[in-house]
């Protein structure tokens, strides 16, 4: 079972919104609305972000946002801050392997 | 609001078993309601599902580790616990655990602050 693909890097200026995707297969991504986001800063804990592609989690900023095309998830954030500067992983229910991670992606905010 | 700390040493010889054990804070650990779960994260690296427990003590594994990888609960004590053997290098990581629904749907919240274990003579 291999990750799920993510771009290495996004950046984006403040105020400006950015889009980090997220894909897998029929297997895992397209084939399920089990998929989830989390936001991890340097030297601390991922942070549920969205669940079951979409959903947010109380307390989390509504600047963020999840969506799902075919085998390709997306996390958007809106309004981007330069506390949203960190890394961001997926997560989605595969049918093989029962979890899979993302490939990460390290977001900046110039 | 539940809380998760692993426990156990930072410090493993090659060839030798790993053991983490994760305690749950009291009055939370329900097991039957949730999956109680492992993760790892190798430096620079991204995030890897080793496996859950739930119930009674039903587990599954990540396929790549499920030859190595024992994972128990002691509800008595509330807490779930880690086994890894054969260790390498390549186990070097921060090892995570976390509590999921027990659905289909992986999603992880909260997770334990991470413990680091180190493979090495």
Redesign the interface.
């Known amino acids: ?1 291999s ?1 799920l693909t993510q771009p290495a890097s996004v950046s984006g200026s403040p105020g400006q919104s950015i889009t980090i995707s997220c894909t897998g297969t029929t297997s895992d991504v397209g084939g ?1 609305n ?1 998929v ?1 986001w ?1 936001q991890q800063h340097p030297g601390k ?4 972000m969205i ?2 592609v979409s959903n947010r ?1 109380s307390g989390v900023s509504n600047r963020f946002s999840g969506s799902k095309s075919d085998n390709t998830a997306s996390l958007t954030i809106s309004g981007l801050q330069a506390e949203d500067e960190a890394d961001y ?1 997926c ?3 595969s049918s ?9 992606t390290k977001v900046t905010v110039l | 609001q539940v809380q998760l700390r692993e426990s156990g040493p930072g410090l493993v010889k090659p060839s030798q078993t790993l053991s983490l054990a994760c305690t749950v804070s009291s009055g939370a650990f329900n097991s039957g309601s949730f999956y109680w779960t492992w993760i790892r994260q190798s430096a620079g690296k ?4 080793i496996g859950h427990i739930y119930g009674r003590g039903t587990t ?1 594994y ?3 580790l499920k030859s190595r990888v024992t994972i128990s609960i002691d509800t008595s004590n509330n807490q779930f616990s880690l086994k890894l053997t054969s260790v390498t290098a390549a186990d070097t990581a921060v090892y ?1 655990c976390a509590r999921s629904p027990v659905t ?6 909260p ?4 413990t680091l274990v180190t493979v090495s003579s």
């Open positions: 079972q990750a399920y089990y989830s989390y804990v991922p942070k549920l669940y079951d989690p992983y997560s989605s229910y093989s392997a029962l979890v899979v991670f993302g490939t990460g | 991204g995030l890897e599902w599954n990540n396929p790549p995570y289909y749907s992986p999603w992880f919240d997770w334990g602050q991470g």
